[in-house]
């Protein structure tokens, strides 16, 4: 059981090339998330999916595009890097069903992304 | 939205002492962890308590709901548990979905 896997652990970008940043997690879990955390600060999220076609906007979602097709996958779309978008990206999930709706989120071991 | 403080933010301690962090939130919550953020960026889970007490070895968390904080214990502090600690909550309101974090407590054990 790999729980949430993500893809590459770091990258350099430059000013305004694109990348996908890859989330997978093998648990069955419906709920995904997607976090950046800034140097000295805590999480802060981006985007989340309830389950497979659907997905809506976090706290900071500018610049940022999602898609979550299956239920295992929910990748991470820069289209224009920015270098504020020089963070540590964490994947997240947990299960959504009703009977454990307050359930806890299991993070992937972050992406370390630099824009330059 | 859901505020969360966490205090201190800063705490440098000997190896064997003992350690209570803080965490206050703003709102009423049906979801709040407590995760280790070790040296190497690694998030660690450490409690889903989002009301109530649980022990897990040297650390312990109570969360007391109805006056909104939750506390972290950790008792003969090892090098190991040198790092950041973070609190996060999910507010009973409406809005996104996901945890608000705190700014975390930067722990640093000394041999």
């Known amino acids: 059981n790999a729980g949430v896997t993500q893809t590459p652990k770091f990258r350099i970008l430059k000013i305004g090339q694109s990348m996908t940043l890859q989330c997978a997690q093998d648990?069955?879990?419906?709920?995904m998330y997607w976090y950046r955390q800034d140097p000295g600060m805590g999480l802060k999220l981006i985007y989340y999916?309830?389950?497979?076609?659907?997905?809506d906007k976090g706290e900071v979602p500018n610049g940022y595009n999602v898609s979550r097709s299956t239920t295992e996958d929910f990748p991470l779309r820069l289209e224009l890097a920015a270098p504020s978008q020089t963070s540590v990206y964490f994947c997240?999930?947990?299960?959504?069903?009703?009977?454990?709706?307050?359930?806890?989120?299991?993070f992937g071991n972050g992406t370390r992304l630099t824009v330059t | 939205g859901i505020q969360v403080e966490q205090s201190p933010p800063d705490l440098i301690l000997q190896e064997g002492a003992n350690s209570t962090l803080r965490c206050n939130f703003s709102?009423?919550?049906?979801?709040l962890q407590w995760f280790h953020q070790n040296p190497w960026g690694q998030l660690i889970n450490l409690f889903y308590?989002?009301?109530g007490t649980k022990q897990n070895g040297r650390l312990s968390a109570t969360t007391v709901a109805t006056e909104r904080y939750s506390l972290l214990y950790i008792s003969s502090s090892q090098t190991t548990d040198s790092g950041v600690y973070f609190c996060?909550?999910?507010?009973?309101?409406?809005?996104?979905?996901?945890?608000?974090f705190g700014k975390g407590t930067h722990l640093i054990i000394q041999p």
């Open positions: 997240a999930s947990r299960t959504g069903l009703s009977e454990l709706y307050n359930s806890p989120l299991h």
């Open positions: 648990m069955n879990h419906n709920y």
């Open positions: 999916s309830v389950g497979a076609g659907i997905t």
């Open positions: 709102d009423s919550v049906n979801n």
């Open positions: 308590i989002p009301s």
């Open positions: 996060a909550v999910k507010g009973t309101g409406g809005g996104a979905d996901g945890l608000t």
